[in-house]
């Protein structure tokens, strides 16, 4: 046996979680600690179907067919790229997500201010109690003006801001949205912020001047329209039954026409053609469509046909490539949001920013880790007028983290997925560290089929769709 072996220290080789892809008749290896995907070689495919021998043993074989020197090579690649264990990377890799309480603190950059806890509409989903929460009412200027000066102390060094406007339905208190914007111009000048503002809207009260008043201070517009007219008043109508349909073409046509305003669909039973859905709103103008389940209302026989809209809408995208339409791909936020996600790598600690540089301010000035929180009591994690604001922001950040989610450890898709939002597996379990089971087998069916769409993207189309 030569020094080279000799010198190696005998131990079982053993690897850290990966998942292998082939497309086109070529292997790929995604690493499940770092979320880099990469083609591999005859030699790492050898090496990886090595389990259970020893490092010696692996390094013997593989001399027979491959350069000895480069066979050790690579191994030792390998362990620095966390694909081999070592007692080293094993260590760091479980040090991931484990939050220290003297680090510096959280800083945030983002806001939502619930303007207006009661709504126009009587939407069948909706997961805030008619827009209420549990707690009906208007915020003040008293609490609007907190909040901003809040989000300012708490940013810190970072300079860009963003504050969103929610509800309820936000327009039912537009004055406090004007005086808002106001006092943040105001502020911007004074600590040299710069502020963007954003609002998810029903579109049903938009007037000629609320749009003036968008277009002046760039507001990001998103309004909530499930697909077709009998899809959406079917699930979004008023409170005496009328469909809110034709009031938001209306209401909204100028900004379509502009591309100034995106659309949030809804997915319900009535209709789980996704693609469907999304050519619909295309045609309608909106700037970006992203589909999201109303997760109770489905049935197991409405996930499993949910996982397939979801494979054909990912094909849909790469007709759309091929076909060079790039506008209307990029419109396609749920398949493009993951695909950006594999683009960028890095592991994930959490499934967003969700109470670590975001929350939301409800009408009496709790503060919750998001909108979606807003109404659950038990989730808050402090108050603007409390001494201590943020007092269970760490305990939520820390209770948040992926390595602390219940089935998770084991899952190859666990970085791109995140763990499931908070709120919906709260909502579900009553628990934010258990996954919603049902939508976990969609999730890693989506993500399987947007990995084999990302391997087979040219470097131009690469450069169109995230700008590199």
């Given at each position: 046996m030569?020094?080279?072996?000799?010198?190696?220290e005998?131990?079982?080789?053993?690897f850290?979680?990966y998942?292998?892809?082939?497309?086109?008749?070529?292997?790929?290896?995604?690493?499940?600690i770092?979320n880099?995907?990469?083609?591999?070689?005859?030699?790492?495919?050898?090496?990886?179907?090595s389990k259970g021998?020893s490092e010696?043993?692996?390094?013997?074989?593989?001399?027979?067919?491959?350069?000895l020197?480069?066979v050790?090579?690579?191994?030792?690649?390998?362990k620095?790229?966390?694909?081999?264990?070592?007692?080293?990377n094993?260590?760091?890799?479980?040090?991931i997500?484990?939050?220290?309480?003297?680090?510096?603190?959280?800083?945030?950059?983002?806001?939502?201010?619930?303007?207006?806890?009661?709504?126009?509409?009587?939407?069948?989903?909706?997961?805030?109690?008619?827009?209420?929460?549990?707690?009906?009412?208007?915020?003040?200027?008293?609490?609007?003006k907190?909040?901003?000066?809040?989000?300012?102390?708490?940013?810190?060094?970072?300079?860009?801001?963003?504050?969103?406007?929610?509800g309820?339905?936000?327009?039912?208190?537009?004055?406090?949205?004007?005086?808002?914007?106001?006092?943040?111009?105001e502020?911007?000048?004074?600590?040299?912020?710069k502020?963007s503002?954003?609002?998810?809207?029903?579109?049903?009260?938009?007037t000629?001047?609320?749009?003036?008043f968008?277009?002046?201070?760039?507001?990001?517009?998103?309004?909530s329209?499930?697909g077709?007219?009998?899809?959406?008043?079917?699930n979004?109508?008023?409170k005496?039954?009328?469909?809110?349909?034709?009031?938001?073409?209306?209401?909204?046509?100028?900004?379509?026409?502009d591309?100034?305003?995106?659309?949030?669909?809804?997915?319900?039973?009535?209709?789980l053609?996704?693609?469907k859905?999304?050519?619909?709103?295309v045609?309608?103008?909106?700037?970006?469509?992203?589909?999201?389940?109303?997760?109770?209302?489905?049935?197991?026989?409405?996930?499993?046909?949910l996982?397939?809209?979801?494979?054909k809408?990912?094909?849909?995208?790469?007709?759309?490539?091929?076909?060079?339409?790039y506008?209307?791909?990029?419109?396609?936020s749920?398949?493009?949001?993951?695909?950006?996600k594999?683009?960028?790598?890095?592991?994930?600690i959490?499934?967003?920013?969700?109470?670590?540089?975001?929350?939301?301010?409800?009408?009496?000035?709790?503060?919750?880790?998001?909108?979606?929180?807003?109404?659950?009591?038990?989730?808050?994690?402090?108050?603007?007028?409390?001494?201590?604001?943020?007092?269970?922001?760490?305990?939520?950040?820390?209770?948040?983290?992926?390595?602390?989610?219940?089935?998770?450890?084991?899952?190859?898709a666990k970085?791109?997925?995140?763990?499931?939002?908070?709120?919906?597996?709260?909502?579900?379990?009553?628990?934010?560290?258990?996954?919603?089971?049902?939508?976990?087998?969609?999730?890693?069916?989506?993500?399987?089929?947007?990995?084999?769409?990302?391997?087979?993207?040219t470097?131009?189309?690469?450069?169109i769709?995230?700008?590199?």
């Amino acid at each position: 046996m030569s020094n080279l072996i000799q010198d190696k220290e005998d131990k079982i080789i053993d690897f850290l979680p990966y998942k292998l892809f082939e497309v086109d008749s070529k292997y790929y290896f995604y690493n499940v600690i770092t979320n880099a995907i990469f083609e591999i070689d005859s030699m790492i495919i050898d090496i990886l179907n090595s389990k259970g021998k020893s490092e010696n043993q692996v390094i013997e074989d593989l001399s027979k067919c491959y350069e000895l020197s480069k066979v050790g090579e690579v191994i030792q690649n390998m362990k620095e790229a966390y694909i081999i264990a070592t007692d080293t990377n094993k260590s760091e890799v479980e040090k991931i997500g484990i939050l220290n309480k003297s680090q510096k603190a959280f800083r945030l950059s983002s806001l939502t201010l619930f303007m207006v806890q009661e709504c126009n509409l009587r939407c069948t989903y909706c997961y805030g109690e008619e827009g209420e929460y549990n707690q009906k009412g208007k915020m003040t200027s008293e609490i609007a003006k907190a909040a901003v000066d809040f989000l300012i102390q708490q940013s810190g060094e970072m300079e860009e801001l963003n504050i969103t406007f929610f509800g309820g339905e936000p327009l039912l208190n537009f004055p406090l949205i004007q005086e808002t914007v106001h006092y943040v111009n105001e502020q911007s000048q004074i600590h040299h912020k710069k502020f963007s503002f954003s609002i998810t809207t029903n579109g049903t009260l938009i007037t000629p001047k609320i749009k003036s008043f968008f277009y002046k201070h760039h507001f990001g517009v998103q309004t909530s329209i499930d697909g077709d007219e009998k899809t959406h008043n079917f699930n979004r109508f008023f409170k005496g039954g009328q469909g809110s349909y034709d009031l938001l073409l209306k209401r909204t046509e100028e900004m379509r026409n502009d591309h100034k305003i995106g659309a949030r669909g809804t997915v319900t039973p009535i209709e789980l053609d996704l693609y469907k859905s999304f050519d619909h709103l295309v045609k309608l103008g909106f700037r970006k469509i992203y589909l999201s389940p109303a997760l109770y209302s489905l049935s197991d026989e409405h996930y499993d046909i949910l996982s397939k809209e979801m494979v054909k809408l990912v094909d849909r995208f790469q007709e759309l490539l091929e076909n060079e339409d790039y506008a209307t791909a990029k419109k396609m936020s749920n398949v493009l949001s993951m695909l950006s996600k594999i683009h960028s790598g890095g592991p994930r600690i959490h499934f967003c920013g969700a109470g670590t540089n975001a929350v939301a301010v409800d009408v009496r000035g709790n503060l919750f880790p998001c909108h979606r929180f807003v109404g659950e009591d038990e989730c808050s994690i402090g108050n603007l007028f409390d001494e201590d604001k943020l007092s269970r922001q760490y305990d939520f950040i820390e209770n948040s983290t992926i390595r602390n989610r219940t089935t998770c450890s084991n899952c190859w898709a666990k970085n791109l997925c995140g763990g499931g939002c908070h709120q919906e597996n709260f909502a579900e379990n009553g628990n934010i560290n258990q996954p919603v089971s049902k939508l976990c087998k969609v999730t890693k069916k989506f993500i399987t089929s947007t990995i084999n769409l990302y391997l087979k993207l040219t470097q131009e189309q690469r450069s169109i769709l995230f700008g590199q």
